[in-house]
C-alpha cells in the first residue's frame, strides 16, 4: 500500500515529523505532573514517563523487543492504526521489556525522566536515526515512524489528561 500511505499522510494528519506537532506533543509534555491521576490503565505519571522513554529506545533498536503476535496481517494493523481515524483502545498490551516491573520502567526523579523523554523523543526524530522493525506493525518507513510516535506519545498524554 504504499501508495495508498502517501495519499493519506497529505491528509492532515499529526506527526513528530511536522515542528508544530512536536511542539506541540513537547509542551503537553511540561504540563505532565508527577501525581496526575491515570483516566485509564494501571500506569502513574511516572512510569507513563519511563514506557514513553523506553519506547523510543525500543523503536531506535536500544533496547530488544521481539515481534509480538498480531491477529491479522500486520501491514493491515499499521494502516488502520497509523493511517485512519480509528481511535487506539485503552488499555493495549505492551512489549515484554516495557512492562511495569522491568528495569526500563524504574522511575528516577520526575524531572530528570521527563528530560530524557525529550531527549530520547528528539533523537528518535532525526533523520539519520537507526530505527527497527516495529514489534507490532513489523517493518515501518520514516514517514510511519513519525506518525508512530505522535500517536503514542499523544496516546499517553491523553491517559493522564493531558
Not at 522493525?133 to 489528561?161: A, C, E, I, K, N
Amino acid at each position: 500500500m504504499p501508495g495508498a500511505e502517501r495519499a493519506i499522510c497529505c491528509i492532515d494528519m499529526r506527526t513528530l515529523a511536522n515542528p508544530a506537532d512536536l511542539a506541540e506533543i513537547v509542551q503537553r509534555l511540561h504540563l505532565v505532573v508527577a501525581d496526575d491521576p491515570a483516566l485509564w490503565g494501571v500506569m502513574n505519571a511516572a512510569e507513563m514517563l519511563c514506557h514513553l522513554r523506553g519506547a523510543f529506545r525500543v523503536a531506535m533498536g536500544e533496547i530488544e523487543a521481539a515481534p509480538v503476535e498480531v491477529p491479522m496481517p500486520r501491514a493491515v494493523l499499521k494502516f488502520a492504526a497509523l493511517w485512519t481515524e480509528i481511535p487506539w483502545r485503552r488499555n493495549f498490551a505492551t512489549v515484554p521489556a516495557l512492562k511495569r516491573g522491568t528495569a526500563v520502567m524504574q522511575a528516577g526523579p520526575f524531572e530528570s525522566d521527563r528530560a530524557e523523554v525529550l531527549l530520547e523523543m528528539r533523537r528518535f526524530c532525526q533523520p539519520e536515526q537507526r530505527r527497527v522493525d516495529h514489534s507490532f506493525f513489523g517493518p515501518m518507513s520514516p514517514v510511519d515512524w513519525m506518525r508512530w510516535g505522535y500517536l503514542h506519545t499523544d496516546h499517553h498524554l491523553r491517559q493522564f489528561g493531558r
